[in-house]
């Protein structure tokens, strides 16, 4: 079980960047991709939320158009907005969760550190896309020396997939509930208790699929280290959300697990990404953390970001 909370690692929260990471991907390559995305995102509408939502609300989701544009600019790796009511989630955003669900699979998989995953975003938050090759930001795949022959092994697929899909899930159901909490009381919720409100329904609905939803690290790792201490980012982290996000999977564990064939594994899964939000949360609030954070992105490079084996004595 400690090599899956390796795999859940903890990442320190960092404020928000002004930078724009749209060099991360070039325009043609998220073209030529676009077809795939839009059948893997298709595919979590269809089979991993509308099912598990309540028949109302189903009919509803089922008419709510969502876009994968490919904006100029990208102030938000992990990018997912509503538009004139309708669900923007740009292309490059989801290359990148994509890429971010791969690297760990490989990584935990294959008993490296995800430490590098931390670095590797820590980066991106502090330097300038000038200060890499060819000046641009590099992928998530690329900047963590992830092999190209990575998806070779069904257990790294399995896993990729999973999370790509718990992720997608979790984003499209938390951006409906801020188009629903939008034509209800918008001008009286705080922007803290919209975002909790809105990450409560998506987890609702993940918690009816019995799906343990490993894609919110991915996601939560990406807001808080380049969103944390900025109220105005997009969906913006606090430690009281991230409490809340814990306590919701500690206390409906059994919700989440019900019917599966390995709930004592998927408890322990739960129970784990519990345990890292609450970490992540008591992290925002330690003195110098960000400072020293900032400074290590600073002096670091891509290379330092090659995988890393655990210590022998980790299981």
């Known amino acids: 079980m400690k090599f899956l909370l390796l795999f859940l690692a903890v990442l320190a929260p960092l404020p928000l960047s002004a930078g724009d990471w749209s060099s991360l ?6 073209e030529a991709e676009k077809p795939r995305l839009r059948k893997a995102l298709d595919y979590v509408l269809e089979h991993e939320i509308e099912p598990f939502l309540p028949e109302g609300q189903r009919v509803a989701f089922g008419l709510q158009q969502v876009d994968m544009p490919l904006p100029l600019a990208l102030a938000n790796p992990v990018s997912i907005y509503s538009k004139e009511g309708t669900i923007e989630f740009p292309l490059a955003s989801m290359l990148f969760v994509e890429d971010l669900a791969r690297a760990y ?10 430490k590098t995953v931390d670095e590797y975003l820590a980066m991106l938050r502090y330097r300038s896309a000038s200060d890499f090759a ?3 930001y ?4 690329v900047a963590l020396h992830i092999p190209a022959d990575a998806l070779s092994d069904k257990k790294v697929v399995d896993l990729a997939v999973g999370t790509r899909r718990t992720a997608y899930a979790f984003l499209l159901l938390h951006e409906y509930a801020h188009i629903r909490l939008q034509s209800a009381d918008a001008k009286t919720l705080k922007v803290e208790d919209s975002e909790e409100r809105a990450d409560e329904y998506a987890l ?4 009816n699929n019995s799906a343990p939803p490993t894609g919110l690290l991915p996601v939560m790792q990406s807001w808080l280290f ?7 980012f997009e969906h ?3 430690p009281r959300r991230l409490q809340a996000m814990a306590h919701y999977l500690d206390a409906n564990v059994i919700e989440f697990v019900r019917g599966r064939p390995n709930a004592l594994s998927s408890t322990d899964v739960i129970h784990s990404i519990a345990l890292v939000l609450r970490e992540e949360a008591e992290l925002e609030t330690v003195p110098g953390h960000i400072a020293a954070l900032r400074e290590f992105a600073l002096r670091t490079d891509v290379e330092s ?3 890393r084996p655990l210590p022998r004595s980790t299981k």
Request: no cysteine; glycine share 8%; proline share 10%.
């Open 236 to 238: 913006a982290v606090t």
């Open 134 to 136: 060819g000046h641009r």
């Open 226 to 232: 380049l969103g944390a201490g900025n109220p105005a």
């Open 305 to 307: 970001l090659k995988p």
């Open 105 to 114: 699979s490989w990584l935990w998989t294959n008993r490296y550190s995800t």
């Open 204 to 207: 609702n609905t993940l918690e």
């Open 138 to 141: 590099p992928s998530p795949l």
């Open 25 to 30: 991907y070039d325009r043609s390559h998220l």
